[in-house]
């Protein structure tokens, strides 16, 4: 069988096509998988560590651009679809399937008029620009959240859940390489957040006044990486500094409590190895939906939220510091995420895939 995956860009759309990929390789290794990308995106980076083939596109986003930048978008457009067509032709798989982000929908498209069978996936509640244009072409739409069914016609949608890499679903119950310390994972996705860096620099002084036996893995994307490990290194505090974590699921393992954005996929991993986190959703999402993400969570007793706009240093360390001196405070908070997660979301969607294939 073979099947191609658009789409891609940042984590929160790459990952979910990954975690679709093993689960389809876990149930036939002569399953042939090729992922369509663009070479700035982070599937460049990941995809060829994984053994995966990637083809690019030469394609732009237009939405939050200038006018200029939209224009030039445009122009290329003619361009990716014939690219998407060559792919496609070549490879002739039974299925293409969007998984968000701009690549997906020069590749979708075209598919679509070439009589192919196509789906898309939407991991968040409020359906980017891309799925919601495909959405009015595609076979089938695999949502998160059952509220996401009214923005779709009716009759295409299956809420699946939002699927995450098989390495997050191994069971090693036990947290490894923390030396009996209370570890903080900080991370702000792919290519980090400069809010929660700040945030984080800002509450070393007053973790350390705190007297907490701690470590911290904290990724901090590429721009903040040099600024980020000489405040570490002034402090003198145990910690490892990476601008990308390759191996996030072995990071997860390693944690007693994630600081972290919102977003759906980073959600998705949380409740799947049921961890406490501090969520501090990213403002400027479209329409806040990673302030809704989160107070999903928060509800559930599984998290607790701050605010950029209430985010500093003093009261980000306060909040570790309540959480690391009341351990039974953090088993409840896990228990909680745990029950939250979908481990099975990978596994529907591959169902559908394999009888739309078919």
Do not use: W
Not at 281 to 287: G, R
């Amino acid at each position: 069988m073979k099947i191609i995956i658009a789409g891609g860009g940042t984590g929160g759309h790459l990952f979910p096509g990954i975690a679709v990929a093993e689960e389809l390789l876990k149930r036939n290794r002569q399953n042939h998988i090729l992922f369509i990308g663009t070479e700035r995106g982070l599937e460049k980076k990941i995809l060829g560590n994984l053994g995966f083939e990637l083809c690019t596109l030469d394609v732009e986003g237009i939405k939050g651009r200038g006018l200029i930048r939209i224009f030039g978008a445009l122009f290329k457009l003619p361009r990716s679809i014939m690219q998407s067509y060559r792919i496609i032709r070549d490879f002739r798989p039974g299925l293409v399937m969007g998984v968000g982000g701009y690549a997906s929908g020069p590749a979708v498209i075209t598919a679509h008029f070439m009589g192919i069978r196509t789906a898309i996936m939407e991991q968040n509640a409020l359906p980017g620009m891309t799925n919601s244009i495909l959405g009015k072409f595609v076979d089938r739409i695999l949502l998160t959240f059952p509220d996401t069914e009214k923005r779709f016609p009716d009759k295409k949608t299956t809420v699946c859940g939002n699927p995450v890499r098989a390495s997050f679903l191994a069971e090693n119950p036990h947290r490894t390489g923390n030396e009996g310390k209370f570890t903080l994972l900080v991370f702000g996705g792919s290519q980090g957040a400069h809010a929660i860096n700040n945030a984080t620099l800002e509450a070393l002084p007053h973790l350390k006044n705190m007297g907490l036996r701690l470590r911290i893995i904290h990724q901090t994307g590429e721009k903040d990486l040099d600024n980020v490990f000489q405040n570490y290194k002034k402090h003198g505090m145990d910690a490892e500094i990476l601008p990308f974590i390759m191996d996030m699921a072995q990071a997860y393992r390693s944690s007693d409590l994630l600081i972290c954005r919102a977003g759906a996929t980073s959600i998705a991993e949380i409740t799947a190895t049921g961890k406490a986190a501090i969520l501090i959703p990213f403002p400027f999402a479209v329409n806040d939906h990673q302030t809704k993400n989160a107070e999903v969570l928060v509800r559930a007793g599984a998290a607790v939220m701050i605010e950029e706009k209430d985010l500093d240093g003093k009261k980000l360390a306060e909040t570790i510091g309540c959480l690391c001196r009341h351990s039974h405070i953090i088993k409840e908070m896990e228990g909680h995420s745990a029950g939250l997660g979908n481990i099975r979301a990978a596994s529907d969607i591959v169902d559908i895939c394999i009888k739309m294939a078919k």
